[in-house]
């Protein structure tokens, strides 16, 4: 989830592990039936934190002309995987799921955060409510939207 908000495995790493500190050292003493719901509202809040403190580099980026130095590729990545059955449904399979995290991107925060809450995390929906502290209808409500949005995205690959 933190890794299709940030587009980077490396920041989700961080905020994940962040998330996760902060969740046991506040909320330790909480029953376990809390920590989901607890985990993800932390989680939440550390993204948006991430995406304020990513607009203001990019703008001081932008002013100082300076280029983000991993644009590089990963050299890693182009070894092929001798698991996967075929090259064509591999190829099929990888456009889906990059027009999938091209099509989330597009959903405003609200959104993003109950599908990938509902979806992603498997949450119901009073423990995604918890999780974005508003109320069971308004999930309810931003969950619907996504999904019609996402179905109208993704049309061809359906």
């Not at 203001?56 to 100082?64: G, H, T």
């Not at 644009?71 to 996967?84: H, K, T, V, Y």
Request: with cysteine; charged share 30%; proline share 4%.
């Amino acid at each position: 989830m933190a890794r299709l908000a940030t587009g980077d495995a490396d920041d989700a790493h961080d905020i994940v592990q962040d998330a996760m500190l902060t969740l046991v050292r506040s909320y330790a003493s909480r029953g376990e039936q809390e920590w989901g719901p607890l985990f993800h509202t932390i989680l939440q809040s550390r993204i948006t934190d991430w995406h304020r403190r990513n607009k203001v580099r990019n703008r001081l980026r932008v002013w100082f002309g300076k280029r983000d130095e991993d644009d590089e590729d990963d050299p890693l990545q182009n070894i092929a995987d001798g698991r996967s059955p075929d090259p064509p449904t591999q190829m099929k399979d990888k456009q889906a799921m990059a027009a999938l995290e091209t099509a989330i991107h597009t959903l405003p925060a609200r959104q993003q955060q109950a599908f990938l809450l509902r979806v992603w995390e498997g949450l119901d929906v009073a423990q995604t409510a918890r999780a974005m502290s508003c109320s069971e209808g308004s999930v309810k409500t931003h969950y619907s939207r996504a999904v019609h949005a996402l179905r109208e995205q993704l049309e061809d690959h359906l």
